[in-house]
């Protein structure tokens, strides 16, 4: 391990501050990057940023952050009982430098006390160093790029996105009754078949899942964007795309995986890339409930609904008659007095418009747009 003196950042989310110890991006005299070292750790990226944005911040008995780098998921989750891997040592002393730097006590090597919050690394790869263990709430930011070359911060560690396929398979028997995993991901998109398929197939059967992808690159942009900050030499880039060629890849989609261990069990597998924003772990949460429990026509009919005017998935795209339900939904009117107030304004047949109200208010209900009042 080399001798480090780490560059530190401050973090705010909410009234919660630290200090996260990382290493700086290497850059020459004139400021240009240069190649990252393959034992990087990173600072807050975007990725990082994302993560700490999606995660619900509610207090947990047990949570587990996967790949914690360092430690900025770590040192902002709220739990009696912390665990934090990583199999890089650099990054765990990273982590170990944040507890400090942010006032954490330290109870021995890499135990840590914040309040009656205690919060202990381990160094392994992704599961290993939690074998047998249960967790209430668990994430990671793991290295998902694929096929990259060869950054432990963020190449991931099995061939193409074999790391998304291993992650849910085994993350289902961590997870205490009740529990939500959060985790970033990327995922090929076959060029000879349906990325939504390849990835339902993948889905365990003991928790629900949520699939939503942010972006999706072709193989090139994808090369490009992975390469800017690290300085890829363009030999090693060509290898790279010949290796995403190998394995049938046209591109590259990423974004975001929730699984929740509850009584009701579904999957959505989703594209959000026309959202506004990533969402916050209250909305992450009021999505799991949705998906859990799509409203059947009558109670959709019967209710009062309140309309989220500014949602994270961005506006509501609307056709006249649904404008029209939604100007009654607004005055308290329930989807039922809202089809019988617009049928007498709008010329459409009124078996129709039900059908066009009871399917468009399912599908605002399942995403959040309508919420019972
Ligand atoms: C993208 S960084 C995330 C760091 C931090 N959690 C964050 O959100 O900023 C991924 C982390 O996973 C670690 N990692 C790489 N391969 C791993 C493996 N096989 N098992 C566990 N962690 C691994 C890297 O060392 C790195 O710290």
Redesign the pocket.
Same mark, same amino acid.
Do not use: E, F, K, Y
């Given at each position: 391990m080399t001798a480090t003196s780490w560059a530190e950042t401050k973090l705010m989310r909410g009234r919660t501050l630290r200090v996260i110890a990382h290493d700086p991006l290497p850059v020459d005299a004139e400021g240009t990057p240069q190649p990252l070292p393959a034992d990087f750790?990173?600072g807050i =990226?975007g990725? &990082?940023e994302t993560?700490l944005e999606l995660t619900p911040r509610r207090h947990v008995g047990r949570a587990l #952050?996967? =790949?914690? =780098? %360092?430690g900025?998921?770590t040192l902002f989750l709220d739990a009696d009982r912390i665990i934090a &891997? #990583?199999? #890089?040592e650099r990054?765990l002393a990273a982590a170990n430098a944040s507890c400090h730097l942010s006032g954490f006590r330290r109870l021995e090597p890499d135990v840590w006390r914040n309040g009656d919050t205690l919060i202990e690394f381990r160094q392994g %790869?992704?599961l290993e160093p939690v074998e047998g263990q249960r967790f209430d709430l668990i994430v990671a930011?793991?290295?998902f790029v694929i096929e990259g070359v060869g950054h432990?911060?963020?190449d991931s560690?099995l061939p193409g996105d074999g790391l998304v396929r291993d992650l849910l398979a085994q993350l289902p028997s961590h997870m205490n009754e009740g529990a939500v995993a959060v985790l970033l991901a990327s995922w090929m998109h076959p060029a000879d078949g349906d990325w939504e398929e390849r990835l339902a197939d993948w889905l365990p059967d003991e928790v629900s899942t949520w699939v939503a992808q942010r972006d999706v690159l072709d193989i090139d942009a994808y090369i490009d964007v992975w390469s800017a900050d690290a300085a890829v030499p363009p030999a090693e880039r060509l290898l790279w795309r010949a290796r995403l060629e190998a394995l049938g890849a046209s591109g590259i989609g990423f974004g975001w995986i929730v699984l929740h261990r509850a009584r009701a069990h579904w999957s959505v597998i989703e594209d959000v890339s026309t959202a506004s924003r990533v969402p916050d772990g209250d909305e992450v949460l009021a999505q799991l409930a949705a998906f859990a429990s799509p409203p059947d026509a009558l109670t959709l009919l019967g209710r009062s609904w309140t309309f989220a005017d500014t949602h994270w998935r961005g506006p509501l795209a609307l056709g006249p008659v649904e404008a029209a339900l939604l100007d009654e939904v607004r005055t308290g009117a329930t989807i039922e007095a809202a089809v019988a107030a617009v049928a007498t304004r709008l010329p459409v047949d009124a078996d129709d418009l039900l059908a066009l109200a009871l399917a468009w208010a399912r599908d605002a209900a399942l995403r959040g747009y309508l919420v019972p009042a």
């Open positions: 750790v990173m =990226g990725a &990082t993560l #952050d996967i =790949g914690c =780098g %360092s900025a998921q &891997t #990583d199999i #890089d990054a %790869s992704l930011n793991p290295p432990v911060h963020r560690p």
